[in-house]
């Protein structure tokens, strides 16, 4: 099912690199990657997961005695993987001595000429903030120099295109309904909800911060009265299978919930860059729509929230809602931490609707960072001891095949096995590959999958979002053909490796769709922190068991690892 081109599999060959390298440059070079590595062996830096010192030893190879530390092409390429290191750890900015300590620690000659030649191709900015000036100041006091960062332009322009779309809606905001009207949809309401909805009506982008739960739950009440005094509203979610959760019994229009990707129109696009989903919907044909709730918009990163705010017509109002100190989105941006800081926006804090049982009572303890026993007389939560990384994949084999569905009445197709990252002893590749045994064993004839495989999206396709689950249900030439919640989908072989199994998935990718029932697996050495493990546990609606194999190192992450911090500028360009 992987589609290498026959060139890029002689070049490799004949360098002998390794196979599986093969299949992931094909996939982010495209069609002309060995020619392009021919020219540029240091381009294989773009390629997820490939260090210096092995672009080094292909350059080598490729090149021969012509391959030198001093090489501008390799300089740039080291320019580039730097601040794509800084974008994968969530940063849209790095400041210049960052860069250029670390590429005199890579034996570049001349960093700054390095960072030169990056920004000569286009693909690195300068970017400036001026200082904010204190009037107070006495005259001949130095004036502050600009501050300058470097940043990837994919990304500059992203924060950039975000800051721009959420000063235009709330410049062009005014009243969506009358007071009156107002006073009418908050009656009966408790005092947070009345807030909420006040500020969601009457100002053009407002933050919530609640448990997901009752960020659900209020931005269905929002909607549904939005809806019933004739507005366009909608709730937007991560996934179709969010949306379709979400609208069962919510006595909503038809499509007033929708998942993101499906809402922007994605187009099929041969022009497009590998990877890359090109939207219909856009700032030449916005959506429909005078009122859009993100219930759970954490997961937003600058890219995804530009387009979003781009698609949304002026005088729209957007909602944007999120758990205090969620784990941030996989790609950089913080946009609820942004917009809260920048103090341009209203902020409603929702209280929990009830005592909630010991599934909310624990994620609310982990998220104010104390790990708690909770008493579970109807085993919503379960805690299974392992001494190490086999024997936790064991017990959640277990729990998935056998315990679960014969004590709890909840089929194993619909638990989700959750672990802080795919690699590892217990992460949730090995995980996969164990339940994958039990649930569905076969050689993977089609790309490492087999027809009855539960897959989930881990990079952008045009038929479904990063998250989205879904079932493969056949393959031939065309492609794999998956079950999504939105419908059937072929997905083409050199796309194939966008997905990976789904029986178990890292936090950050399961964040899309909440689950009757959660086997959060938690080894020692994982990537663990309090904002992951209460994001795990409020992924369970009915039953959460815990598979303890991180001892004593669990408690500590929750009480003393919070969101890392992130360097971006969405703060100060929302304030205009």
Request: one cysteine or more; glycine letters at 10%; hydrophobic letters at 50%.
């Amino acid at each position: 099912m992987t589609d290498i081109p026959a060139d890029l599999t002689e070049l490799f060959t004949r360098v002998d690199a390794p196979a599986p390298l093969a299949a992931r440059a094909a996939a982010r070079l495209g069609a002309g990657a060995a020619a392009r590595l021919r020219e540029d062996p240091w381009a294989l830096l773009r390629v997820p997961g490939v260090t210096p010192a092995q672009a080094d030893h292909f350059a080598r190879a490729v090149l021969g005695e012509a391959a030198r530390p001093d090489d501008p092409r390799r300089g740039r390429a080291l320019v580039l993987s730097l601040l794509t290191e800084a974008a994968r750890q969530g940063h849209t900015i790095t400041p210049p001595e960052q860069v250029l300590t670390a590429l005199e620690r890579a034996r570049v000659p001349d960093p700054r000429a390095a960072v030169e030649a990056a920004l000569d191709e286009g693909e690195v900015l300068v970017v400036t903030e001026e200082p904010e000036f204190d009037e107070a100041a006495p005259e001949d006091e130095d004036l502050p120099e600009p501050e300058e960062n470097l940043a990837l332009t994919r990304w500059a322009v992203a924060e950039e295109a975000a800051g721009e779309g959420l000063l235009r809606l709330r410049l062009t905001a005014s009243d969506l309904l009358d007071n009156a009207t107002i006073k009418q949809a908050r009656a009966g309401l408790p005092e947070d909800r009345s807030l909420a909805l006040s500020a969601a009506l009457r100002t053009g982008v407002t933050v919530w911060r609640g448990a997901p739960g009752d960020l659900a739950e209020t931005a269905l009440t929002l909607v549904r009265a939005a809806a019933g005094h004739g507005l366009r509203a909608a709730v937007v979610t991560p996934t179709e299978r969010a949306a379709a959760d979400l609208a069962e019994g919510a006595d909503l229009p038809e499509g007033a919930v929708a998942g993101l990707h499906r809402l922007l129109e994605p187009q099929p696009d041969a022009g497009a860059a590998p990877g890359a989903v090109v939207f219909g919907r856009g700032e030449q044909d916005p959506l429909e729509l005078d009122l859009a709730v993100v219930p759970d918009a954490a997961w937003l990163d600058v890219e995804l929230c530009a387009v979003l705010v781009e698609a949304l017509p002026d005088g729209a109002h957007l909602v944007l809602g999120g758990e205090p100190g969620a784990l941030p989105p996989a790609g950089p941006g913080r946009i609820l931490d942004d917009l809260e800081a920048s103090e341009t926006v209203p902020v409603v804090e929702l209280e929990p609707a009830g005592p909630g049982g010991p599934l909310a009572a624990l994620t609310a303890a982990v998220r104010g960072g104390e790990l708690v026993a909770v008493e579970a007389p109807d085993r919503e939560v379960v805690i299974v001891p392992a001494a190490g990384g086999a024997e936790a994949v064991h017990r959640a084999v277990q729990l998935v095949t056998d315990s679960i569905p014969r004590a709890l009445g909840i089929p194993a197709d619909e638990v989700q096995v959750v672990a802080p990252a795919a690699g590892g002893e217990a992460g949730a590749t090995a995980l996969n590959a164990a339940l994958k045994a039990r649930l569905n064993a076969g050689p993977g004839r089609f790309g490492g999958f087999d027809v009855g495989d539960r897959v989930v999206v881990a990079a952008p396709l045009a038929p479904a979002a990063v998250g989205e689950p879904g079932t493969v249900t056949g393959a031939d030439a065309e492609g794999l053909r998956v079950a999504f919640a939105g419908g059937e989908a072929t997905v083409a072989p050199a796309d194939a490796a966008r997905l990976r199994h789904g029986w178990a998935v890292p936090v950050a990718l399961a964040r899309g769709v909440r689950r009757p029932a959660v086997v959060a697996v938690l080894a020692e050495g994982g990537e663990l922190s309090r904002p992951l493990v209460a994001t795990a546990f409020g992924l369970a609606l009915r039953h959460l068991s815990v598979v303890q194999a991180a001892g004593p190192a669990l408690a500590r992450a929750v009480r003393e690892t919070g969101v890392p911090a992130r360097r971006t500028r969405l703060a100060r360009l929302v304030v205009g």
